[in-house]
T-cell receptor, first 117, second 111 residues
Framework: DGGITQSPKYLFRKEGQNVTLSCEQNLNHDAMYWYRQDPGQGLRLIYYSQIVNDFQKGDIAEGYSVSREKKESFPLTVTSAQKNPTAFYLC????????????????FGPGTRLTVL | GQQVMQIPQYQHVQEGEDFTTYCNSSTTLSNIQWYKQRPGGHPVFLIQLVKSGEVKKQKRLTFQFGEAKKNSSLHITATQTTDVGTYFCAGPSGSARQLTFGSGTQLTVLP
């Protein structure tokens, strides 16, 4: 059964602690993304990766870090430098496709709700 | 940078009434995508529009892409309680398959 998994579903952390959110996909997608969603708001891009061992900052990368050592995995670390980390974090993936051609849909994982205490 | 604006932010309708959400981009889009997020859930892809003036239907949902490819709309006919959720439009941005999402329209359907 193909899809994207994120763990844990709920995560609590104390101020000053780093925390890593897991994202795994078995869709054989090249591209993976991390978004942040705050209550009543849209999705804001944190980081994205088009290929293994390569990733780029999105619109709100400060206080976050990622790695892409395997095609299937794109973990996100929320560091203590992130001023307001409480949010809903969504991971997504898509087929990269051919440059210049129609973009492809993104498939989302179930998300992780992070609360900083 | 590119901005995608969506209105209204919230919409409450009685079951059976119609609903429309509008999406406007600051730049011309090569395509536009629509997603639905149920309460407590994650966004799910609904459709992609590519051609200028394109209209696509999915049962009670009608999607339109403007002639200038800078705006789009989603219209739901005779809403049902299963239509509850937030509807997002998204347009491509950057050079690497990024999407810029609108802020979404949260639909509440009153029984």
């Amino acid at each position: 059964d193909g899809g994207i998994t994120q763990s844990p579903k709920y995560l609590f952390r104390k101020e000053g602690q780093n925390v890593t959110l897991s994202c795994e996909q078995n869709l054989n997608h090249d591209a993976m993304y991390w978004y942040r969603q705050d209550p009543g708001q849209g999705l804001r891009l944190i980081y994205y990766s088009q290929i293994v061992n390569d990733f780029q900052k999105g619109d709100i990368a400060e206080g976050y870090s990622v790695s892409r050592e395997k095609k299937e995995s794109f973990p996100l670390t929320v560091t203590s430098a992130q001023k307001n980390p409480t949010a809903f974090y969504l991971c997504a993936s898509s087929i990269s496709g051919t440059p210049g051609r129609t973009y492809n849909e993104q498939f989302f994982g179930p998300g992780t709700r992070l609360t900083v205490l | 940078g590119q901005q995608v604006m969506q209105i209204p932010q919230y919409q409450h309708v009685q079951e059976g009434e119609d609903f429309t959400t509008y999406c406007n981009s600051s730049t011309t889009l090569s395509n536009i995508q629509w997603y639905k997020q149920r309460p407590g859930g994650h966004p799910v892809f609904l459709i992609q529009l590519v051609k200028s003036g394109e209209v696509k239907k999915q049962k009670r949902l009608t999607f339109q892409f403007g002639e200038a490819k800078k705006n789009s709309s989603l219209h739901i006919t005779a809403t049902q309680t299963t239509d509850v959720g937030t509807y997002f439009c998204a347009g491509p941005s950057g050079s690497a398959r990024q999407l810029t999402f609108g802020s979404g329209t949260q639909l509440t359907v009153l029984p």
